[in-house]
Protein backbone atom coordinates (compact mmCIF):
# COMPACT_ATOMS: atom_id res chain seq x y z
CA UNK A 1 0.00 0.00 0.00
CA UNK A 2 2.72 2.44 0.94
CA UNK A 3 5.01 1.65 -2.64
CA UNK A 4 1.69 2.49 -4.29
CA UNK A 5 0.92 5.60 -2.26
CA UNK A 6 4.94 6.21 -2.72
CA UNK A 7 4.72 5.98 -7.20
CA UNK A 8 1.51 8.01 -7.27
CA UNK A 9 3.34 10.63 -5.09
CA UNK A 10 6.82 9.92 -7.24
CA UNK A 11 4.35 10.74 -10.81
CA UNK A 12 2.88 13.35 -9.34
CA UNK A 13 6.18 15.49 -9.12
CA UNK A 14 7.40 14.40 -12.01
CA UNK A 15 5.10 15.40 -14.17
CA UNK A 16 5.51 19.07 -14.37
CA UNK A 17 8.86 18.23 -14.86
CA UNK A 18 7.85 16.10 -18.22
CA UNK A 19 5.13 18.68 -19.06
CA UNK A 20 8.01 21.72 -19.17
CA UNK A 21 10.72 19.25 -21.16
CA UNK A 22 7.70 18.42 -23.82
CA UNK A 23 7.00 22.64 -23.83
CA UNK A 24 10.94 22.30 -24.43
CA UNK A 25 11.07 20.61 -27.29
CA UNK A 26 8.23 21.60 -28.65
CA UNK A 27 9.47 25.15 -28.40
CA UNK A 28 12.39 24.34 -30.34
CA UNK A 29 10.69 22.74 -32.81
CA UNK A 30 8.77 26.20 -33.50
CA UNK A 31 12.01 27.88 -33.76
CA UNK A 32 13.59 25.46 -36.08
CA UNK A 33 10.52 25.86 -38.61
CA UNK A 34 10.77 29.60 -38.30
CA UNK A 35 14.68 29.76 -38.63
CA UNK A 36 14.47 27.00 -41.80
CA UNK A 37 12.62 28.82 -44.64
CA UNK A 38 14.37 32.35 -42.69
CA UNK A 39 18.08 30.85 -43.55
CA UNK A 40 16.97 29.24 -46.98
CA UNK A 41 15.77 32.61 -47.86
CA UNK A 42 19.37 34.08 -46.44
CA UNK A 43 21.06 31.79 -48.58
CA UNK A 44 19.77 32.93 -52.00
CA UNK A 45 19.45 36.18 -50.92
CA UNK A 46 20.11 37.64 -54.68
CA UNK A 47 23.81 39.78 -54.94
CA UNK A 48 23.81 43.72 -54.52
CA UNK A 49 23.07 46.27 -56.94
CA UNK A 50 26.00 48.00 -58.58
CA UNK A 51 26.61 51.38 -57.28
CA UNK A 52 26.49 54.07 -60.32
CA UNK A 53 30.47 54.43 -59.99
CA UNK A 54 30.79 50.31 -59.82
CA UNK A 55 28.37 50.56 -62.62
CA UNK A 56 30.70 53.19 -64.70
CA UNK A 57 33.86 51.03 -64.30
CA UNK A 58 31.79 47.64 -65.76
CA UNK A 59 30.38 49.76 -68.31
CA UNK A 60 33.83 50.88 -69.20
CA UNK A 61 35.28 47.54 -69.25
CA UNK A 62 35.39 44.54 -72.15
CA UNK A 63 35.86 40.52 -72.52
CA UNK A 64 37.76 38.41 -73.50
CA UNK A 65 37.48 34.59 -74.06
CA UNK A 66 39.64 32.64 -71.81
CA UNK A 67 39.04 28.36 -72.07
CA UNK A 68 35.68 29.14 -72.24
CA UNK A 69 35.51 31.55 -69.76
CA UNK A 70 34.83 35.28 -69.92
CA UNK A 71 37.87 37.56 -68.46
CA UNK A 72 36.92 41.02 -67.57
CA UNK A 73 38.97 44.27 -68.44
CA UNK A 74 39.84 47.62 -68.65
CA UNK A 75 42.03 49.27 -71.18
CA UNK A 76 42.32 52.65 -71.42
CA UNK A 77 44.41 55.10 -73.75
CA UNK A 78 46.29 57.90 -71.95
CA UNK A 79 49.43 59.71 -72.51
CA UNK A 80 49.76 61.21 -76.30
CA UNK A 81 53.59 60.66 -77.26
CA UNK A 82 54.10 57.79 -75.07
CA UNK A 83 54.24 53.85 -75.83
CA UNK A 84 54.62 52.89 -72.04
CA UNK A 85 52.01 50.42 -71.55
CA UNK A 86 51.54 49.51 -67.46
CA UNK A 87 49.03 46.45 -66.63
CA UNK A 88 48.12 46.13 -63.43
CA UNK A 89 47.30 43.10 -61.32
CA UNK A 90 44.66 43.72 -58.17
CA UNK A 91 44.63 41.66 -54.95
CA UNK A 92 42.08 38.79 -52.89
CA UNK A 93 39.48 38.87 -52.32
CA UNK A 94 39.04 41.83 -54.64
CA UNK A 95 38.99 43.48 -58.27
CA UNK A 96 40.29 45.36 -60.53
CA UNK A 97 38.70 48.26 -59.28
CA UNK A 98 40.78 48.51 -56.37
CA UNK A 99 42.80 51.18 -59.13
CA UNK A 100 39.96 53.31 -59.97
CA UNK A 101 41.94 56.26 -57.20
CA UNK A 102 45.18 56.14 -58.98
CA UNK A 103 43.41 55.16 -62.29
CA UNK A 104 43.41 58.85 -64.05
CA UNK A 105 46.76 59.97 -62.97
CA UNK A 106 47.85 56.67 -64.76
CA UNK A 107 46.57 57.69 -67.61
CA UNK A 108 48.55 61.09 -67.97
CA UNK A 109 52.09 59.12 -67.84
CA UNK A 110 51.29 56.08 -69.83
CA UNK A 111 49.77 55.54 -73.18
CA UNK A 112 47.99 52.46 -72.38
CA UNK A 113 46.44 51.71 -68.53
CA UNK A 114 45.50 47.90 -68.47
CA UNK A 115 43.50 46.31 -65.28
CA UNK A 116 41.76 43.16 -65.41
CA UNK A 117 39.92 41.03 -63.24
CA UNK A 118 41.53 37.75 -62.51
CA UNK A 119 39.25 34.41 -63.11
CA UNK A 120 37.10 34.21 -60.29
CA UNK A 121 37.32 37.75 -59.52
CA UNK A 122 34.66 40.95 -59.84
CA UNK A 123 32.88 40.77 -63.61
CA UNK A 124 35.16 38.13 -64.92
CA UNK A 125 33.58 34.52 -64.52
CA UNK A 126 33.40 32.54 -61.37
CA UNK A 127 33.06 29.12 -62.23
CA UNK A 128 32.43 26.10 -59.74
CA UNK A 129 33.79 23.63 -59.37
CA UNK A 130 37.02 24.75 -60.20
CA UNK A 131 40.48 24.26 -59.15
CA UNK A 132 41.79 27.95 -59.04
CA UNK A 133 45.72 28.07 -59.32
CA UNK A 134 48.10 31.44 -59.71
CA UNK A 135 49.62 29.37 -62.96
CA UNK A 136 46.41 29.92 -64.39
CA UNK A 137 45.90 33.24 -63.84
CA UNK A 138 49.37 34.00 -65.16
CA UNK A 139 48.02 32.01 -68.19
CA UNK A 140 44.64 34.52 -68.37
CA UNK A 141 47.35 37.66 -68.25
CA UNK A 142 49.49 36.54 -70.91
CA UNK A 143 46.23 35.40 -72.65
CA UNK A 144 45.14 39.42 -72.36
CA UNK A 145 48.41 40.60 -73.41
CA UNK A 146 47.80 38.46 -76.78
CA UNK A 147 44.03 39.24 -76.90
CA UNK A 148 45.55 42.79 -77.07
CA UNK A 149 48.45 42.45 -79.46
CA UNK A 150 51.05 43.91 -76.92
CA UNK A 151 53.14 40.02 -76.89
CA UNK A 152 56.19 42.22 -78.34
CA UNK A 153 55.75 45.21 -76.36
CA UNK A 154 57.63 45.29 -73.66
CA UNK A 155 54.93 46.50 -70.37
CA UNK A 156 55.52 47.78 -66.87
CA UNK A 157 53.44 45.57 -64.25
CA UNK A 158 52.42 46.81 -61.02
CA UNK A 159 50.58 44.21 -58.46
CA UNK A 160 49.28 44.04 -54.91
CA UNK A 161 48.90 41.19 -52.80
CA UNK A 162 47.28 38.18 -54.64
CA UNK A 163 48.72 39.97 -57.91
CA UNK A 164 51.76 39.83 -56.31
CA UNK A 165 52.25 36.08 -56.91
CA UNK A 166 50.61 36.09 -60.57
CA UNK A 167 53.20 38.74 -61.43
CA UNK A 168 56.30 36.15 -59.75
CA UNK A 169 54.77 33.38 -61.73
CA UNK A 170 54.82 35.34 -65.48
CA UNK A 171 58.67 36.87 -63.77
CA UNK A 172 59.42 32.88 -64.22
CA UNK A 173 58.20 32.01 -67.09
CA UNK A 174 59.88 35.31 -68.58
CA UNK A 175 63.58 34.74 -67.05
CA UNK A 176 64.09 31.38 -65.96
CA UNK A 177 62.00 29.20 -68.58
CA UNK A 178 61.57 31.28 -71.49
CA UNK A 179 57.86 29.70 -72.04
CA UNK A 180 56.74 32.86 -71.17
CA UNK A 181 54.42 35.56 -73.51
CA UNK A 182 55.06 38.26 -71.40
CA UNK A 183 57.75 40.97 -72.24
CA UNK A 184 58.87 42.93 -68.90
CA UNK A 185 60.06 46.38 -68.91
CA UNK A 186 59.68 46.85 -65.10
CA UNK A 187 57.82 45.35 -62.01
CA UNK A 188 56.28 47.11 -59.01
CA UNK A 189 54.70 45.07 -56.25
CA UNK A 190 53.17 45.71 -53.39
CA UNK A 191 51.84 44.29 -49.99
CA UNK A 192 51.96 40.21 -51.45
CA UNK A 193 52.62 37.23 -49.31
CA UNK A 194 55.76 36.94 -50.95
CA UNK A 195 57.71 34.45 -48.59
CA UNK A 196 55.12 32.44 -46.67
CA UNK A 197 57.08 32.28 -43.45
CA UNK A 198 56.19 35.96 -43.20
CA UNK A 199 52.67 36.15 -43.96
CA UNK A 200 49.56 35.81 -41.57
CA UNK A 201 46.88 34.79 -43.02
CA UNK A 202 43.50 35.90 -41.80
CA UNK A 203 41.42 33.15 -39.48
CA UNK A 204 38.17 33.03 -42.07
CA UNK A 205 41.24 32.58 -44.66
CA UNK A 206 42.43 29.54 -42.90
CA UNK A 207 39.41 28.26 -41.99
CA UNK A 208 38.58 28.21 -45.62
CA UNK A 209 41.28 26.81 -47.31
CA UNK A 210 42.24 24.16 -44.81
CA UNK A 211 38.37 23.08 -43.76
CA UNK A 212 36.82 21.19 -46.63
CA UNK A 213 33.98 20.61 -44.63
CA UNK A 214 33.19 23.67 -42.94
CA UNK A 215 34.25 26.18 -46.14
CA UNK A 216 31.06 25.26 -48.33
CA UNK A 217 28.75 26.72 -44.73
CA UNK A 218 31.46 29.36 -44.09
CA UNK A 219 31.33 30.93 -47.90
CA UNK A 220 27.27 30.92 -47.85
CA UNK A 221 27.27 32.12 -44.41
CA UNK A 222 29.67 35.17 -44.99
CA UNK A 223 27.80 38.64 -45.43
CA UNK A 224 28.57 42.63 -45.75
CA UNK A 225 29.04 42.29 -41.88
CA UNK A 226 31.58 39.86 -41.80
CA UNK A 227 33.38 40.68 -44.98
CA UNK A 228 33.67 44.72 -43.95
CA UNK A 229 35.17 43.64 -40.58
CA UNK A 230 37.32 41.31 -42.33
CA UNK A 231 38.21 43.99 -44.83
CA UNK A 232 38.38 46.85 -42.54
CA UNK A 233 41.14 44.90 -39.98
CA UNK A 234 43.44 45.12 -42.93
CA UNK A 235 43.39 48.65 -43.60
CA UNK A 236 44.89 51.57 -40.94
CA UNK A 237 42.67 52.80 -38.51
CA UNK A 238 43.34 56.28 -40.21
CA UNK A 239 42.42 55.03 -44.13
CA UNK A 240 39.04 53.21 -43.77
CA UNK A 241 37.17 52.79 -46.76
CA UNK A 242 34.28 54.74 -47.12
CA UNK A 243 30.65 52.75 -46.70
CA UNK A 244 30.19 53.52 -50.23
CA UNK A 245 34.04 51.54 -50.56
CA UNK A 246 32.88 49.08 -48.25
CA UNK A 247 29.71 48.50 -50.56
CA UNK A 248 31.52 48.15 -53.92
CA UNK A 249 34.44 45.81 -52.41
CA UNK A 250 31.41 43.54 -51.20
CA UNK A 251 29.32 44.07 -54.66
CA UNK A 252 32.11 42.94 -56.81
CA UNK A 253 32.36 39.82 -54.76
CA UNK A 254 28.95 39.09 -54.78
CA UNK A 255 29.13 39.53 -58.59
CA UNK A 256 28.48 35.83 -60.26
CA UNK A 257 28.22 34.29 -56.71
CA UNK A 258 32.18 34.92 -56.34
CA UNK A 259 31.71 34.18 -52.54
CA UNK A 260 30.96 30.68 -53.29
CA UNK A 261 34.36 30.08 -54.68
CA UNK A 262 36.41 31.70 -51.86
CA UNK A 263 37.89 28.72 -50.84
CA UNK A 264 38.89 27.24 -53.92
CA UNK A 265 40.67 30.69 -54.77
CA UNK A 266 42.44 30.14 -51.07
CA UNK A 267 44.04 27.43 -51.91
CA UNK A 268 46.70 30.26 -53.88
CA UNK A 269 48.27 29.98 -49.98
CA UNK A 270 49.16 26.49 -50.46
CA UNK A 271 50.48 26.79 -53.35
CA UNK A 272 52.87 29.71 -52.55
CA UNK A 273 54.01 27.26 -49.76
CA UNK A 274 54.81 24.44 -51.97
CA UNK A 275 56.03 26.71 -55.10
CA UNK A 276 58.27 29.09 -52.88
CA UNK A 277 61.37 28.54 -54.74
CA UNK A 278 60.41 28.96 -57.72
CA UNK A 279 58.62 32.18 -56.89
CA UNK A 280 61.30 33.80 -54.78
CA UNK A 281 64.04 32.44 -56.96
CA UNK A 282 62.71 34.39 -59.75
CA UNK A 283 62.19 37.44 -57.60
CA UNK A 284 66.15 37.34 -56.26
CA UNK A 285 67.98 36.24 -59.54
CA UNK A 286 65.71 38.95 -61.73
CA UNK A 287 67.40 41.63 -63.56
CA UNK A 288 64.51 43.63 -64.61
CA UNK A 289 63.76 47.18 -62.76
CA UNK A 290 62.22 45.78 -59.27
CA UNK A 291 60.58 47.84 -56.64
CA UNK A 292 58.18 47.39 -53.63
CA UNK A 293 55.95 50.01 -52.32
CA UNK A 294 54.71 49.07 -48.78
CA UNK A 295 52.43 50.05 -46.69
CA UNK A 296 54.25 49.30 -42.45
CA UNK A 297 51.10 48.85 -40.70
CA UNK A 298 49.54 45.86 -42.36
CA UNK A 299 48.95 42.79 -40.12
CA UNK A 300 49.42 40.29 -42.99
CA UNK A 301 52.77 40.92 -44.33
CA UNK A 302 53.93 42.55 -40.64
CA UNK A 303 56.62 45.17 -40.42
CA UNK A 304 59.71 45.48 -39.71
CA UNK A 305 59.56 41.30 -40.34
CA UNK A 306 58.06 41.37 -43.77
CA UNK A 307 60.81 43.94 -45.13
CA UNK A 308 63.75 43.14 -43.52
CA UNK A 309 63.25 39.90 -45.34
CA UNK A 310 62.69 41.57 -48.17
CA UNK A 311 65.72 43.63 -48.15
CA UNK A 312 67.82 40.89 -47.31
CA UNK A 313 66.38 38.60 -50.27
CA UNK A 314 65.99 41.39 -52.92
CA UNK A 315 69.03 42.87 -52.94
CA UNK A 316 68.80 44.26 -56.53
CA UNK A 317 65.18 46.01 -55.63
CA UNK A 318 64.52 49.31 -54.72
CA UNK A 319 62.12 50.07 -51.73
CA UNK A 320 59.22 52.80 -50.73
CA UNK A 321 57.97 52.60 -47.46
CA UNK A 322 54.78 54.76 -46.84
CA UNK A 323 53.44 56.51 -43.79
CA UNK A 324 53.44 54.40 -40.68
CA UNK A 325 49.35 54.43 -40.57
CA UNK A 326 49.50 52.83 -44.28
CA UNK A 327 48.36 48.79 -44.18
CA UNK A 328 47.82 46.43 -46.22
CA UNK A 329 45.98 48.57 -49.22
CA UNK A 330 48.93 51.48 -49.82
CA UNK A 331 47.36 52.17 -53.35
CA UNK A 332 43.79 52.86 -51.69
CA UNK A 333 44.84 54.33 -48.32
CA UNK A 334 47.10 56.56 -49.90
CA UNK A 335 46.76 56.54 -53.50
CA UNK A 336 49.47 60.33 -53.69
CA UNK A 337 52.06 58.88 -51.64
CA UNK A 338 51.41 55.48 -53.92
CA UNK A 339 51.93 57.54 -57.54
CA UNK A 340 54.68 59.37 -56.18
CA UNK A 341 56.20 56.24 -55.10
CA UNK A 342 55.88 54.45 -58.46
CA UNK A 343 56.57 57.24 -60.93
CA UNK A 344 60.06 58.79 -58.96
CA UNK A 345 60.45 54.27 -59.47
CA UNK A 346 59.52 54.52 -63.32
CA UNK A 347 62.07 57.92 -64.00
CA UNK A 348 64.81 56.12 -62.56
CA UNK A 349 65.92 53.89 -65.00
Not at 58 to 68: E, L
Not at 272 to 289: C, N, Y
Amino acid sequence: MSSKIASKSLRGRNAPSLAATLNMREWWIHVGLICIPLVAVYLHIPPPQLSPALQKWHSTGQVFNFRGNKIFYRDSNGALGSSDVVILLHGFPTSSYDWNKIWEPLTQRFHRVIALDFLGFGFSDKPRPHRYSIFEQASVVEALVAHLGLSNQRVNLVSHDYGDTVALELLYRSDQNRTGHLTFNSLCLSNGGLFPEAHYPRLLQTLLKDFTVLAPILTRLTNFMVFQKGIGEVFGPYTQPSDADFWDMWTSLRYNDGNLVLDSILQYINQRFKHRERWVGALTSTFIPLHMIYGPLDPVNPHPQFIRLYQQLVQRSTLTVLDEHISHYPQLEDPTGFLNAYFNFIHSF
